[in-house]
């Protein structure tokens, strides 16, 4: 059974650049989560979704951030433009239910 | 403002030994707690959790204690094995809404 699927793995862009991280929860989940983890803030959460939409974005830094969910087996993490201190590594989990979440491999960020 | 708090960025010790992992919250609607393993370049991994009607809960080598007055939850590992070595994060969520609000994380070294 695949666990949470993120890609890019890695990430290497310039400022000013648009990226997008993709994510394919565990099928049958019904919440998604982003987070992103740095090394001053730990496991920041960013926003999460709940039956394909969005239920708390008041983790979401800044306009420049923004996350969909189209349907239940994709979501994506947008940021435009990108700037260095976004860099880090973003991940998405989800959660069928009240319990614990599973989590994706993650995508490491690096904007220069 | 850190409403889930790991005062201790790393912990050393020794093979065989008790290792514990402190973690401390600030808000008192927190009603069930996690913890998370994380290796390098994987996503974090569930481990153990604690609902806050129950003091202790154990899982082989792990135990997690809740100290509701003083807001406070604790892991045990014991014995600590050399593959113990990771990132261990404290996670809470609330009766009120479905977040789940990480820790910083604690670098956990597990000495030969």
């Known amino acids: 059974d695949a666990g949470v699927i993120q890609s890019p793995r890695h990430e290497v862009t310039e400022m000013g650049q648009e990226v997008t991280l993709r994510c394919k929860p565990i099928?049958?989940?019904?919440?998604l989560f982003w987070y992103r983890q740095t090394m001053m803030r730990g496991l920041e959460l960013l926003i999460y979704?709940?039956?394909?939409?969005?239920?708390?974005d008041s983790g979401m830094p800044e306009d420049r951030f923004s996350a969909k969910m189209p349907n239940a087996s994709f979501s994506t993490l947008k940021i435009q433009p990108s700037e260095p201190r976004d860099s880090a590594v973003y991940f998405c989990a989800s959660r069928g239910g009240p319990g614990e979440l599973f989590f994706g491999e993650g995508s490491r960020l690096t904007v220069l | 403002d850190q409403q889930v708090k790991q005062n201790s960025p790393s912990l050393s010790v020794q093979e065989g030994r008790i290792s514990i992992l402190n973690c401390d919250y600030t808000n008192s609607m927190f009603d069930y707690f996690l913890w998370y393993k994380k290796y390098p370049a994987e996503g974090p991994t569930f481990l153990i959790s604690i609902s806050s009607i129950k003091d202790k809960n154990e899982d082989g080598r792990f135990t997690v204690f809740l100290n509701k007055s003083a807001k406070h939850l604790s892991l045990h590992i014991v014995p600590s094995q050399p593959g113990d070595s990771a990132v261990y994060f404290c996670?809470?969520?609330?009766?009120?809404?479905?977040?789940?609000?990480f820790g910083k994380g604690t670098r956990l070294h597990i000495l030969p």
């Open positions: 099928s049958g989940h019904d919440y």
């Open positions: 996670a809470a969520s609330g009766i009120w809404d479905d977040k789940i609000i």
């Open positions: 979704f709940n039956n394909n939409v969005p239920i708390d």
